[in-house]
């Protein structure tokens, strides 16, 4: 059982990037995925997630209406779209999955990719 984040790079301000969560040995289909991020010397900032009851999302008001959450359940896979990136929007980016599709409690984690944004 496995989540992998991938997609992290280094980004321009105004810039965008997708980053995308994949699981192997077990169906996404049934679990909220979640988007956390952690700056250098910062606490872990919970950044979105997206329930699979019902596709719907939320997002933490930093982000609101520059990220997207979506799945692809047929690739097994979510994406976290990032428009308009900002350099404090650097940071590691963990995705996590939640059986219970409440947002709340995370029984896997993936590794982090980074996210640098700067000029």
């Known amino acids: 059982v496995q989540l992998q984040a991938s997609g992290g790079g280094l980004v321009q301000p105004g810039g965008s990037l997708r980053l995308s969560c994949a699981a192997s040995g077990f169906t996404l289909d049934y679990y909220a995925i979640a988007w956390f991020r952690q700056a250098p010397g910062k606490e872990r900032e919970w950044v979105s997630c997206?329930?699979?009851?019902?596709?719907?999302?939320i997002y933490t008001d930093s982000v609101k209406g520059r990220f997207t959450s979506s799945r692809d359940n047929a690739k097994n896979t979510v994406y976290l779209q990032m428009n308009s990136l900002k350099p404090e929007d650097t940071a590691v980016y963990y995705c996590?999955?939640?059986?219970?599709?409440?947002?709340?409690?995370?029984?896997?984690w993936g590794q982090g990719t980074q996210v640098t944004v700067s000029s």
């Open positions: 997206i329930r699979s009851s019902d596709g719907s999302t």
């Open positions: 996590a999955a939640d059986s219970t599709s409440m947002c709340e409690v995370y029984d896997y």
